[in-house]
């Protein structure tokens, strides 16, 4: 089968093909753009990214590319793996030969021998990464697809090109891949493979926590995220690499009374803020919001269910998942901790009356968080009955129009107190100690509870009071 025409030109103008083209011609070696980027041209995916294969030493095609185009590139070589890639303005080509590849049960690595282009299309995960398309000048666009991949691509339709027990068994980071394509193309797994998963699924033990992760961030960022997660769920691979969100599962009751699944209840506010944010750790703030559910869930006789703190546990739970699945333990983990922390604060605010201090409170503690906190707060509300909703909604612009009045009064968001701990020891010739703590909290209190405003004279003259009632007078 070969392109039509208009694509060809749209994809494969430009001097590097023709250069590529030529340089394979030259060396009379049958070269081919493969898989994701040929992936891409048909879903309208520009990429940057470019997969060439030969028949042949990719090594050296890449050199010879590199020595024709000149000035602006830049070549380096991998000679342990076989292959090279070519940096050249914003482009990246990975050149390699074609091989032929077969797999230990005990790793990822795999033996590698020189194959036909056959044999490269073979060893790859699914149908439509299998494409191939010709960049010889004779064949020039010739599109190469054993598998249906294109049909697949037309379908929708993730399947891998062999039986899929080979394929995810020789390397069972294609299971988590598989869901991934199917999250962020909304494509369908094809029953045989889905199977094949849920068959394989103990192998990923062998695949590193980074790989693991990698993907599963990209089912994260995915237009609706729980279309991967459930796959996930459904295949058994989710008890396997994230078990604390599986033990949100399950709606008890009790004396007729229950409560909403967290499960499903995670996955809908993960789907309502995709809408509203493509920041990946807002994301895990919402994957990870009610993580504490199933520790702190209690039957109170009066209360019914409750789960008390889970915001604060979860925030402790925090950690400890991130550690285990190798996400940063850096700033982004403490501001995942952050809004899971705060995440009850702002429906408190508008379930109790809407006060200034608990408004300027709430701005202070989340400082310039406080706007993705009101997006995950606004996506956790998931009640199906939409009158509750709109009410909701409603509430938290009161909120938000409430702290935009503070915060233009107030400036509490970021706020420093006007005096600080220095000053306080040098007024009362105090040493450093807990005391000093206390004096400089009262300022902040103050100022939060709207005793006093937010300047220098007016801390000045509530210091100095409060320092009274401690036996502390100024020194100078
Ligand atoms: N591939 C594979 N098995 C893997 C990883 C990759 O068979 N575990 C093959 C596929 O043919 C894939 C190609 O290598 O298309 C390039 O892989 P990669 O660049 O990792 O992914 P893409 O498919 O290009 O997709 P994306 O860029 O979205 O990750």
């Known amino acids: 089968m070969r392109l039509d025409e208009d694509k060809i030109q749209k994809h494969f103008s430009g001097k590097i093909f023709d250069i590529i083209s030529s340089a394979a011609d030259e060396m009379n070696l049958e070269c081919y753009a493969i ?56 482009l990246e080509v990975e050149f390699v030969g074609a ?106 033990e062998i695949v590193s926590k980074e790989r693991i992760i990698d993907e599963l961030n990209k089912i994260v960022l995915s237009p609706k995220p729980s279309v991967g997660f459930l796959l996930l769920d459904k295949t058994g691979l989710l008890e396997l690499i994230f078990p604390e969100l599986v033990a949100l599962k399950g709606a008890e009751t009790k004396d007729g009374v229950g409560h909403k699944d967290n499960f499903y209840h995670t996955l809908s506010v993960l789907d309502n803020i995709s809408l509203k944010t493509d920041n990946l750790w807002l994301r895990w703030a919402a994957i990870l919001h009610d993580i504490a559910k199933p520790a702190t869930k209690r039957w109170d006789n009066r209360l019914g269910w409750t789960f008390h703190n889970h915001n604060f546990i979860g925030e402790k739970m925090i950690p400890g998942i991130f550690r285990r699945m190798k996400l940063p333990l850096n700033e982004k983990m403490k501001y995942v901790q952050k809004l899971v922390g705060l995440h009850m604060r702002p429906v408190t605010l508008v379930e109790d009356e809407v006060t200034d201090s608990a408004v300027r409170r709430l701005l202070f503690e989340a400082g310039d968080n406080i706007e993705d906190l009101m997006i995950l707060c606004e996506a956790d509300i998931t009640s199906k009955n939409q009158d509750k909703v709109r009410r909701f909604l409603k509430n938290f612009q009161i909120v938000r129009q409430k702290m935009k009045d503070i915060e233009e009064k107030d400036h509490v968001r970021n706020f420093q107190p006007p005096i600080d701990g220095q000053e306080i020891m040098d007024i009362f010739g105090l040493a450093p100690g807990a005391e000093v703590g206390r004096l400089k909290s009262s300022i902040k209190d103050a100022i939060l509870d709207g005793i006093i405003p937010n300047e220098y004279e007016a801390a000045y003259q509530y210091l100095v009071k409060k320092a009274a009632t401690i036996g502390l007078s100024p020194v100078k």
Do not use: H, W
């Open 99 to 204: 091989r032929r590849e077969s797999y230990e049960r005990g790793s990822r690595k795999p033996f590698v021998e020189d194959g036909t282009l056959e044999d490269d299309q073979n060893r790859r995960d699914f149908t439509i990464n299998a494409l191939a398309i010709c960049l010889n000048k004779n064949r020039y666009g010739e599109l190469l697809d054993p598998f249906g991949g294109l049909e697949d691509l037309e379908n929708c339709i993730i399947r891998t090109p062999l039986d899929p027990d080979i394929t995810f068994s020789d390397d069972p980071l294609r299971m988590m891949r598989g869901i991934r394509f199917s999250s962020q193309l909304g494509f369908d797994i094809e029953p045989e493979t889905f199977d094949a998963i849920s068959r394989n699924k103990d192998r990923i």
């Open 35 to 90: 898989g994701g980027y040929v992936r891409d041209i048909f879903l309208y995916r520009p990429s940057k990214d470019i997969d060439v294969v030969t028949v042949g030493k990719g090594i050296d095609l890449a050199k010879a590319v590199a020595n024709k185009i000149g000035k602006g590139v830049k070549l380096s070589v991998f000679q342990n793996f076989g292959t090279a890639q070519i940096k050249y303005k914003d």
